[in-house]
């Protein structure tokens, strides 16, 4: 049996682990998530193309700034606000807020700081503004089946905070 290396439409199973500049895993994922190779997998292109030619068994590691990554962080997603005008649920860091805009969207914000009375929530992604690392475990790699191809077998790669591994 020949060992199977990643290219466009090759079905593949990974785990991965996101750790910051200093080393510190942020987010870990250890059950397999599935997609198929070069079909809009959802993957941000560096991670993709770095497992291009892999196989399993694989381990890969990819930097992605700011900008390739979870994006700068937005000053204009982050409220301070008296501690009195937010529910008691949300008196603690980490809690989450979902909140609507004027248009009906609604968007996920944490409880960052709670300090002198007022309490700060940051609607920005928990990894905006920084460079990042992802640690990628190549599981299973193999032909997509045609079914596979047609459903698309991509999964969501979210990650905490709402942003998408893309």
Known sequence: MSIEAIKKNMYVELTYAIL????EIKERVDIPVKYIHGRDS???PQIENALE???????????????EGFGPSDPNLIFTDDINNVPPQ????GAEVEMQNDRGGAK????????DGKLTV???HPLAGQTVQ??????????????????GVTQD??????????
């Open 42 to 44: 959802g993957l941000f």
């Open 20 to 23: 910051d500049a200093q080393g």
């Open 108 to 115: 996920k914000f944490t409880v960052i700081k709670i300090e």
């Open 53 to 67: 030619g892999r196989a399993k068994g694989d381990r890969v590691e990819v930097f992605l700034t700011e900008h």
């Open 134 to 151: 992802f640690v990628v475990t190549i599981g299973e790699v193999r032909l997509a089946t045609e079914e596979e191809l047609k459903s």
């Open 157 to 166: 790669f979210s990650v905490s905070g709402d942003a998408t591994v893309h």
């Open 122 to 124: 940051d609607g920005n």
């Open 90 to 93: 949300f008196h603690q860091v």
